[in-house]
């Protein structure tokens, strides 16, 4: 074999001493592909370098050295060398297709949807499977309507290897359809400034319907409670200590991070002497929950974070107040929710109350750090600062400052009336 390598280079440069850099070019070509054939990959190698010496501007042999890297088993050379190739050459769709996988083997997932789409771009466009491959890499970069359209298209391909995965894709995506639901959300929090735990708590049960708004209609069970709030003749409240049930309904429009509710309900006073009746409670209103991850770079386990949320509402019990606030959150997450995370977070937060009441109209500026150990639970540690916006009674000072400690559990379970995989009932 070493003598046989060692011919070969001897012709190769015998070849490339002679003629024309075309000549050269198509000699070391014809050497590389006779190579190639036998199996000598180490003399198909060293004759495609020689002809990209005799014309750097080819495509082909960088294809060739990429497809060779890659049967060594050096994918990122392999990705360098097709990448080049398919930049010199971009009509071929089997090499942007071979590099689309090499970089998703290397977890490069946005170059790797930037090989897949280059594919549009050639004569015969993207396949059925193509498609599928892009459904999911839109899908891990969070390119929601993107994944969609490219697992519709996946899915009417007449091969079920590749329409059937498809279509389970579709049916996670678009949801189970009309279903039963239960959620719940149960957040104790500690505060420094008060000295004060308040636990505060919502579950709702009810029937949501598979449509772009989501309409639901549900019962619900709220609770408040706090350590320090007193009844009695000399009553001390700090915060709204009564269990809520009620009965609303919810839209979500185009189900993107608004939601619109409207609930009708009693509610009982949970402080010692007060009355035991119920008293009506109705309330309407919108609130936001948004929360959005970008991968720092591809293969990192760090991601950004921005989670915005907030709540505006009307309230018959308070004097048919309009309470409100908004939060935002900056910052980034080691780990995965799949698993176990930490979030390192910025945090603004302002309130508003259409009476004027000062302790709802305040903003805070801080920070804190959020331990995920899965399942549904949230750790929290906060230090704010903060200032009310409105000037407040003599006996209380406008700037605060405030550490919180929350623990938080939430769950959201979703039981179709059909089984999604059996299709739509006849």
């Excluded at 020689?50 to 082909?60: K, P």
């Amino acid at each position: 074999m070493t003598v046989l390598v060692a011919l070969v280079c001897l012709a190769a440069a015998s070849a490339r001493a002679q003629g024309t850099p075309a000549e050269r070019y198509n000699a070391a070509m014809n050497v590389g592909y006779a190579a190639k054939t036998r199996g000598d990959t180490a003399a198909a190698r060293l004759s495609f370098e020689q002809a990209l010496a005799a014309d750097t501007s080819q495509a082909i042999p960088r294809i060739e050295l990429g497809y060779l890297a890659l049967a060594g088993g050096d994918r990122p050379r392999a990705a360098d060398f097709l990448r080049q190739g398919v930049d010199r050459d971009p009509s071929r769709p089997e090499v942007h297709r071979q590099l689309g996988y090499v970089l998703i083997s290397l977890k490069r997932t946005r170059e790797a949807i930037t090989a897949f789409e280059g594919i549009a771009k050639t004569t015969s466009g993207l396949t059925p499977v193509d498609h599928l491959a892009l459904g999911y890499l839109y899908d891990d970069v969070g390119r929601e309507k993107s994944a969609l359209a490219a697992f519709k298209a996946a899915s009417l391909a007449d091969d079920t290897i590749v329409s059937l995965p498809a279509q389970r894709a579709l049916r996670v995506k678009q949801g189970p359809g009309t279903s039963y639901f239960s959620e719940g959300y149960l957040a104790p929090f500690y505060q420094t400034r008060f000295k004060n735990t308040i636990a505060t708590g919502f579950t709702r049960l009810g029937i949501e319907s598979g449509s772009s708004w989501g309409q639901a209609a549900y019962t619900s069970l709220r609770v408040t409670r706090d350590s320090k709030s007193s009844g009695g003749l000399q009553s001390r409240v700090l915060s709204d200590n009564a269990a809520i049930l009620a009965g609303g309904v919810r839209v979500r429009p185009a189900r993107g991070p608004i939601w619109l509710y409207a609930e009708v309900g009693s509610a009982r006073s949970l402080l010692s002497g007060a009355e035991n009746s119920w008293t009506r409670d109705i309330r309407a209103g919108a609130y936001v929950i948004l929360a959005h991850e970008l991968q720092l770079r591809d293969g990192s386990n760090v991601r950004l974070l921005t989670d915005l949320s907030g709540d505006v509402s009307w309230y018959e019990r308070f004097d048919k107040n309009v309470i409100g606030y908004m939060q935002l959150r900056e910052g980034f997450r080691v780990g995965s929710l799949a698993t176990k995370a930490v979030d390192f977070f910025a945090r603004g937060w302002v309130g508003y109350d259409s009476r004027a009441d000062f302790f709802n109209r305040a903003a805070e500026i801080g920070g804190g750090v959020a331990l995920r150990p899965g399942h549904g639970f949230v750790f929290l540690a906060e230090g704010i600062a903060g200032r009310y916006i409105m000037e407040p009674p003599a006996s209380t000072n406008r700037r605060y400052q405030d550490w919180r400690f929350t623990a938080v559990y939430g769950w959201r379970t979703l039981k179709p009336l059909h089984d999604p995989t059996t299709g739509d009932r006849k």
